[in-house]
């Protein structure tokens, strides 16, 4: 059974920072592309990093030079290094499998359990 458990989310004041971990169980973990993503209240989920296996990386705009996406296979585990937040990176962040490129993320319906973030001063 596959298994993706977030930790990391929290309360942070605008401009500070939050790590979000994924680890994850019961699958390769190096076989697959990974990807974060979020949503905000009233709002439709949205990608906001993806990991391939090769290791590119791709961001939303509303994140570049602010969020990166890295993972450790050693330990199953992938990660969101959230900098300079502001509060519209306010949301739940989900970690996520997937296949494919940078720009051509497909997701696999494997997915955490969400952690909030919330961006407030």
């Known amino acids: 059974q596959v298994q993706l458990v977030e930790s990391g989310g929290g309360l942070v004041q605008p401009g500070g920072s939050l790590r979000l971990s994924c680890a994850a169980s019961?699958?390769?973990?190096?076989?697959?592309?990974m990807a974060w993503h979020r949503q905000a209240p009233g709002k439709q989920r949205e990608l906001v990093a993806v990991?391939?296996?090769?290791?590119?990386?791709n961001y939303a705009d509303s994140v570049k030079g602010r969020f990166t996406i890295s993972r450790d296979n050693a330990k199953n585990t992938f990660y969101l290094q959230m900098n300079s937040l502001k509060p519209e990176d306010t949301a739940v962040y989900y970690c996520?499998?997937?296949?494919?490129?940078?720009?051509?993320?497909?997701?696999?319906?494997?997915w955490g359990q969400g952690t909030q973030v919330t961006v407030s001063s």
């Open positions: 990991l391939t296996i090769g290791g590119n990386t």
């Open positions: 996520n499998l997937g296949r494919g490129g940078p720009y051509n993320y497909s997701p696999l319906d494997y």
């Open positions: 019961g699958i390769r973990f190096a076989i697959n592309a």
